[in-house]
C-alpha cells in the first residue's frame, strides 16, 4: 500500500470514529481512547482536503445506523462507560485485523470494525527464499521438499537480480518463474492438508483475522459504503436488556475440508482454492517492483463467501 492509500485508510478510519461519536453520545456516557493510533489517524485527517474530508464523513455517516441495527448494545440508554479507541498496528499482526475497537467493559461487551477505503484486499504476502508462508498462514512450517522445489527458482532470481535485470527482460518468466512456483505452492498446501486437517480452518482465520467484526468497504465511485458481517464465534448481534437486533448476522462456519486447488483456467499466474462451507480464494502472483527480486508478491482474494457473510449496501445520503 503506498503512503497516499496509508494517509486516506487512516483519514477513513477518524471519520468513523467523528460518526460513531457524534452518534453515539447523546445516549451513552461516550469516551475517545487518546493513544497513539489516533494522533496518526488524525493527523492524517488533516492533511487530506476539505472535499476528501466530506467524502469520508458522508460515507461513514451513511453506514452508521445500520451498525446501530445490527448491535443494540450500542444505543442502549445507560450510565456505564462506552469506548471508541483505534487498535494499533501490530494487533493486525497478531490476527486481529479491527480497527476501531467499541467496547462497554462493565458487561465486559465489544465489537470491532474494519475500515477499508477503497480496497477489498485480504492480506499481501510474499514468497521468497526464505519466507514460511507454511509457518505464518497455518502454524505449519514448510517441507524440505518445498524449499528444494523453490530453491532453483530463486537462485536464478538472485543472479539476475546482480545483473541488474528488469522482469520485463526475462524471457518466458511464466514457464520458468509462475507456474514452478505456484505448482510448488499448490504442493506443498497439499503436503500440510494431509498432515493437519485443520489447515483450511486456520488459513481462513489467518487471512479474515482471529476476531469477530464488521468490515466496511467505502466504494466512493459507487456512492456506497457496504459492510460485512464476521461473526465466527458469535459475538456480534447481541441483545441488549431492553430489544434484540434489527439485522440478524448470522454464526459464519469456518471450512473444514480442502475440496479443489488448482491453476484458474487459462492463467499461469493465479491458483484458486476451494474449500467447503462456501469458502475461495484466489492467489495470483505477481513482482512487486520493475527491477528483478528473489521474492514474489500475492494477491490474496476472496471469489466466494459463506452465504452466513452478510452483506449490507448503504447507499450515501
Not at 474530508?53 to 445500520?66: G, N, T
Not at 462507560?81 to 487498535?87: A, G, H, K, S
Not at 470491532?112 to 497455518?138: M, P
Request: net charge negative; hydrophobic share 40%; proline share 4%.
Amino acid at each position: 500500500m503506498g503512503a497516499n492509500s496509508n494517509d486516506h485508510g487512516r483519514a477513513y478510519e477518524y471519520a468513523w470514529i467523528n460518526s460513531l461519536f457524534k452518534t453515539l453520545h447523546h445516549t451513552s456516557n461516550t469516551q475517545i481512547e487518546y493513544n497513539s493510533s489516533f494522533y496518526a489517524n488524525q493527523s492524517a485527517w488533516n492533511q487530506i482536503g476539505g472535499d476528501m474530508r466530506e467524502v469520508f464523513q458522508l460515507s461513514a455517516d451513511s453506514a452508521v445506523d445500520a451498525i446501530l441495527q445490527l448491535e443494540p448494545l450500542l444505543s442502549e440508554d445507560n450510565p456505564d462507560v462506552l469506548t471508541l479507541e483505534f487498535q494499533p498496528d501490530r494487533a493486525g499482526i497478531q490476527g486481529d485485523v479491527r480497527d476501531i475497537v467499541i467496547k462497554r467493559d462493565a458487561i465486559e461487551w465489544e465489537i470491532g470494525l474494519s475500515v477499508k477505503h477503497n480496497h477489498e484486499a485480504v492480506k499481501h504476502s510474499r514468497l521468497s527464499h526464505k519466507l514460511d508462508f507454511g509457518n505464518e498462514w497455518f502454524g505449519i512450517p514448510c517441507s524440505q521438499r518445498y524449499w528444494d522445489d523453490v530453491e532453483p527458482i530463486f537462485t536464478c532470481l538472485a543472479a539476475k537480480k546482480a545483473q541488474g535485470l528488469k522482469w520485463s527482460e526475462i524471457r518466458d518468466k511464466d514457464a520458468t518463474v509462475y507456474v514452478p512456483l505456484l505448482q510448488a505452492f499448490i504442493d506443498e498446501l497439499y503436503r500440510a492438508y494431509t498432515a493437519n486437517p485443520d489447515m483450511p480452518r486456520k488459513m481462513v482465520e489467518y487471512l479474515i483475522g482471529t476476531r469477530d467484526y464488521y468490515k466496511v468497504v467505502s466504494h466512493d465511485r459507487s456512492h456506497l459504503t457496504i459492510i460485512s458481517t464476521f461473526n465466527i464465534h458469535g459475538t456480534l448481534n447481541r441483545p441488549s436488556a431492553i430489544t434484540v437486533a434489527t439485522i440478524s448476522a448470522p454464526i459464519v462456519e469456518l471450512p473444514t475440508e480442502l475440496v479443489s486447488l488448482k491453476f484458474k483456467q487459462g492463467s499461469t499466474n493465479t491458483v484458486e482454492m476451494y474449500l467447503n462451507n462456501g469458502w475461495q480464494l484466489s492467489f495470483r502472483i505477481h513482482n512487486a517492483s520493475s527491477r528483478v527480486e528473489p521474492s514474489l508478491k500475492f494477491d490474496v482474494q476472496f471469489i466466494g463467501m459463506p452465504v452466513s457473510v452478510l452483506t449490507i449496501e448503504c447507499k450515501w445520503k
